[in-house]
């Protein structure tokens, strides 16, 4: 743990220059500085990676990937109680790293600042957000009988919890960007390839993966100014919990060549572009979509 660069002059030298500041910025570093206790105004020496949904598939796969790539890790789902979290923490601790089960519904916005509040307090800092929290329908229906109870409840998820969190998360972004020596921050969006293919019988997905989708582009746009990299990962059709139900129907389709490489998708598939995010490979290529598919991606005639 290392102290943030402000010293006790940081009153005088913030009240300072935040005369000079933009109103949108002004008073952002006074305001967190105070709130702060002293513990939190340590800081973790390791990278810190905030993982969504990482309690099964691929946001488990992700969260040990980026254990792997030297981060300490704050892993969010619903509940922390539960025997893919205990699976996760085994495997980060087998990393070396440390950490930090966070239990909530994406989908609760007014939660999102006590929980972005406690992982700095835990961590002070966060360098990587990896939005992948998602849901399908509960029960695939034809677009003319989709109700909106569905499709609220996967905008919510899918789409308003995540735009929100990310929100939250990146002006915290800014303003460590701002204190912090050798910060490289990255936010990554999970969309799907369903984004931009139709399913007739899932439209509230594809809808929710379709907003998901320009969010990433919003945010990378943003916050491209700042240093910040965002960039969205866009699985195919990927072998987790989400698709137990309609694994024989998929074994089907693969079989007679609905993917070009011929096979499932795996956790791991998505973790490895992951990492390679994190890893800073792609530092000049903010705003781009990652389909990982197996060639769903390919148009052929
Ligand atoms: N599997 C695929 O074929 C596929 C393809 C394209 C895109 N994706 C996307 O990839 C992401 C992960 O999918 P997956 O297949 O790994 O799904 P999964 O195996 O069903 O896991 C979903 C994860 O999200 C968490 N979660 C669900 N609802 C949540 C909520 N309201 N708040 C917080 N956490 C929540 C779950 O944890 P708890 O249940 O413990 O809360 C779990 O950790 C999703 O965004 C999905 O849309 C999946």
Same mark, same amino acid.
């Given at each position: 743990?290392? +102290?943030?660069?402000?010293?006790?002059?940081?009153?005088?030298?913030?009240?300072?220059?935040?005369?000079?500041?933009?109103?949108?910025?002004? @008073?952002?570093?006074?305001?967190?500085?105070?709130?702060?206790?002293?513990?939190?105004?340590?800081?973790? %020496?390791?990278? &810190?990676?905030?993982?969504?949904?990482?309690?099964? *598939?691929?946001?488990?796969?992700?969260?040990?990937?980026?254990?792997?790539? /030297?981060?300490?890790?704050?892993?969010?789902?619903?509940?922390? %109680?539960?025997?893919?979290?205990?699976?996760?923490?085994?495997?980060?601790?087998?990393?070396?790293?440390?950490?930090?089960?966070?239990?909530? %519904?994406?989908?609760?916005?007014?939660?999102?600042?006590?929980?972005?509040?406690?992982?700095?307090?835990? $961590? *002070?800092?966060? %360098?990587? @957000?990896?939005?992948?929290?998602?849901?399908?329908?509960?029960?695939?229906?034809?677009? @003319?009988?989709?109700?909106?109870?569905? $499709?609220?409840?996967?905008?919510?998820?899918?789409?308003?919890?995540?735009?929100?969190?990310?929100?939250?998360?990146? +002006?915290?972004?800014?303003? @460590? +960007?701002?204190?912090?020596?050798?910060?490289?921050?990255?936010?990554?969006?999970?969309?799907? &390839?369903?984004?931009?293919?139709?399913?007739?019988?899932?439209?509230?997905?594809?809808?929710?993966?379709?907003?998901?989708?320009?969010?990433?582009? &919003?945010?990378?746009?943003?916050?491209?100014?700042?240093?910040?990299? &965002? $960039?969205?990962?866009?699985?195919?059709?990927?072998?987790?919990?989400?698709?137990? +139900?309609?694994?024989?129907?998929?074994?089907?389709?693969? /079989?007679?060549?609905?993917?070009?490489?011929?096979?499932? *998708?795996?956790?791991?598939?998505?973790?490895?572009?992951?990492?390679?995010?994190?890893?800073?490979?792609?530092?000049?290529?903010?705003?781009?979509?990652?389909?990982?598919?197996?060639?769903?991606?390919?148009?052929?005639?």
């Amino acid at each position: 743990m290392k +102290k943030y660069k402000a010293s006790g002059h940081f009153q005088l030298v913030a009240r300072y220059f935040n005369r000079l500041l933009p109103e949108s910025s002004k @008073l952002l570093p006074l305001k967190r500085f105070f709130r702060m206790t002293p513990k939190s105004r340590l800081m973790n %020496d390791k990278p &810190v990676a905030v993982v969504t949904g990482a309690s099964r *598939g691929i946001g488990r796969s992700i969260a040990i990937g980026l254990s792997a790539e /030297g981060y300490d890790i704050a892993a969010i789902a619903r509940s922390t %109680d539960s025997e893919g979290m205990e699976i996760l923490a085994s495997e980060v601790a087998k990393k070396g790293s440390q950490f930090f089960p966070i239990g909530l %519904d994406i989908s609760c916005t007014k939660c999102h600042k006590e929980v972005v509040a406690n992982i700095l307090e835990r $961590y *002070g800092r966060i %360098d990587m @957000l990896v939005n992948n929290a998602g849901v399908a329908p509960l029960q695939r229906n034809d677009i @003319l009988d989709m109700t909106e109870e569905s $499709y609220d409840r996967l905008m919510n998820i899918n789409l308003k919890g995540p735009v929100f969190f990310a929100q939250k998360v990146a +002006k915290e972004m800014l303003w @460590l +960007k701002e204190h912090v020596d050798n910060y490289r921050p990255v936010i990554v969006f999970i969309t799907s &390839v369903s984004a931009a293919l139709t399913s007739t019988n899932r439209a509230e997905y594809c809808i929710s993966k379709a907003g998901l989708s320009m969010a990433s582009s &919003v945010f990378a746009d943003r916050l491209s100014c700042n240093g910040i990299l &965002v $960039y969205e990962v866009r699985p195919g059709i990927i072998e987790t919990d989400m698709t137990a +139900k309609i694994k024989d129907k998929y074994d089907k389709l693969i /079989g007679e060549g609905l993917i070009p490489q011929k096979r499932w *998708g795996m956790p791991s598939d998505i973790a490895k572009a992951v990492a390679s995010l994190a890893r800073g490979d792609w530092a000049f290529s903010t705003g781009t979509i990652f389909e990982i598919s197996g060639g769903l991606n390919i148009h052929k005639l």
